[in-house]
């Protein structure tokens, strides 16, 4: 008898943990592709491109994927290594790379202009000379709907400046050296930072989406699935459906189309490890290996019809 009150109390605390602990909430995968010099000025675009991935991660609103499988991605698909990347190119990308935006941008302007002059001192013949520099970058991006290949966002924006740029962890020999790759690289810092700007009310835009996962393990209330900190935006207190899979829907030419769903359970992430999350049934039958979980988007835990097997 105490087993079981115990057990009782066990699956209370549970609920209650469940119902406190909210999820957090999902960040948006992007994917930031390489933007192209099209004012021809000797730009670094590379250098720029990290410059806004940087200020990207720093919002703590996007999950932002690595460089290196984007060239892989790339190189593989034979496709355009910088910022001329159209719609039915990022529709692709997004699906290999399991983003939701692709961004796409070009440098339109990468300048200085020099100005000069003279300080008479007494007994100094044409006095002490003195300069300034400023710089002026603009750059030019679109952030593409990697699902639907809708343009969501064009953004223009020009940075400049006649100080170096402080404070900020940038290289500024990229730049170029002395005082006119440091006031290169503040301009080129402002127009970025106007650019995250308009980035940050993007998420908000979007239309809440799924994230499917396999159950990799199940063992009476608690089930293992292939989702972690390394591969998706799950956190505990996430609410996940869990189904299998009926009927196929298929075209006339037999290509599969989609599949029925049979949800069988709600669970709710308990731990999120780099590879797999613990989950527990808070509502349901036992699940099986090869069975699938899927994120609530907009849905309600309770909006959920559950079936059998």
Known sequence: MRLKNHAKALLLITMILVVIVAPAAAKTRIAVIEFEDAAYSGAPARAITDMLVTELFNTDLFTIIERSKIDTLLME??????????PSTAV??????????????????????????????????????IGSHTAYVTIDTRAI??????????AREQ????????????????????????VMAGATHKAVLKLVERFKEIPSSLPARSETFNVIQANGAQVMVDG??????????????????????????GTVLDAE????SILSVVEVKPQYSVCSIIRGIPLERGDKAETL?????????????
């Open 77 to 86: 698909q034979n496709m355009a290594a910088t910022g001329a990347i159209d």
């Open 92 to 129: 692709k990308m997004g699906s290999l790379l399991g983003v939701e935006l692709v961004i796409t941008g070009s440098i339109t302007e990468f300048r200085h202009e020099a100005a000069g002059g003279a300080v008479p001192l007494p007994g100094l013949p044409g006095g002490v000379a």
């Open 145 to 154: 709907d990697a699902q639907t290949g809708e343009i969501k966002m064009v």
């Open 159 to 182: 940075g400049a400046s006649n100080q170096t740029l402080g404070g900020v962890a940038y290289d500024g020999a990229v730049f170029g050296g002395g005082k006119v790759g440091g």
């Open 228 to 253: 972690g900190s390394n591969n998706s935006d799950l956190a505990p207190g996430t609410f996940l459906a869990a189904y299998r899979e009926g009927e196929t829907i298929t075209a006339m030419d």
């Open 261 to 264: 769903k049979i949800y069988l």
């Open 297 to 309: 988007g907009d849905r309600s835990p309770e909006s959920i019809l559950l079936g059998g097997r």
